[in-house]
């Protein structure tokens, strides 16, 4: 069967609803990744703080932990801490962000926002063709779903 669609944003959507339940949040994950590459320099520093404003704890310990494998100072896992850090990761600012998001993501997922809302959140802020690069990730996503993952 031919997969047709006119839309990239739109095959993302449906297969994210036709894998289980892991290949959809890995590509939910990439999703993320796409969208911050796609963030202007600019507003890194303010989507980061909204990223971490919502993380538990753990997560906060884990991206204090990576920021300390930055050589930025001695890790204290807290808000305040990483906010400082945050400008002088340099040109890692946009990893510290997407595992920061990415922590965010998980942590709505597991409060109840459904992985299609939060896809399509993110699907929206994407350009056409990072939306045609996710969509070739979906597929590959798709047919590693299909060939018999554990799911």
């Given at each position: 069967?031919?997969?047709?669609?006119?839309?990239?944003?739109?095959?993302?959507?449906?297969i994210?609803?036709?894998?289980?339940?892991?290949?959809?949040?890995?590509?939910?994950?990439?999703?993320?990744?796409?969208?911050?590459?796609?963030?202007?320099?600019?507003?890194?520093?303010?989507?980061?703080?909204?990223a971490?404003?919502?993380?538990?704890?753990?997560?906060?310990?884990?991206?204090?932990?990576?920021?300390?494998?930055?050589?930025?100072?001695?890790?204290?896992?807290?808000?305040?801490?990483?906010?400082?850090?945050?400008?002088?990761?340099?040109?890692?600012?946009?990893?510290?962000?997407?595992?920061a998001a990415?922590?965010?993501?998980?942590?709505?997922?597991?409060?109840?926002?459904?992985?299609?809302?939060?896809?399509?959140?993110?699907?929206?802020?994407?350009?056409?063709?990072?939306?045609?690069e996710?969509?070739?990730?979906?597929?590959?996503?798709?047919?590693?779903?299909?060939?018999g993952?554990?799911?």
């Open positions: 069967m031919a997969l047709c669609f006119i839309d990239p944003a739109d095959a993302i959507r449906a994210a609803d036709s894998v289980g339940r892991e290949a959809r949040r890995q590509l939910l994950g990439e999703a993320v990744r796409a969208w911050v590459d796609e963030i202007p320099d600019d507003e890194l520093e303010s989507h980061y703080a909204r971490i404003a919502e993380l538990d704890e753990h997560d906060i310990s884990m991206l204090a932990a990576w920021h300390a494998s930055m050589d930025v100072g001695h890790p204290v896992p807290n808000r305040d801490f990483l906010m400082a850090a945050f400008g002088s990761l340099g040109q890692h600012r946009r990893e510290a962000l997407k595992l990415g922590f965010r993501g998980e942590e709505a997922v597991d409060r109840g926002l459904t992985e299609e809302h939060a896809l399509d959140t993110v699907l929206d802020w994407l350009s056409g063709p990072r939306l045609m996710l969509a070739v990730e979906a597929v590959q996503l798709y047919i590693w779903d299909r060939a993952s554990d799911n």
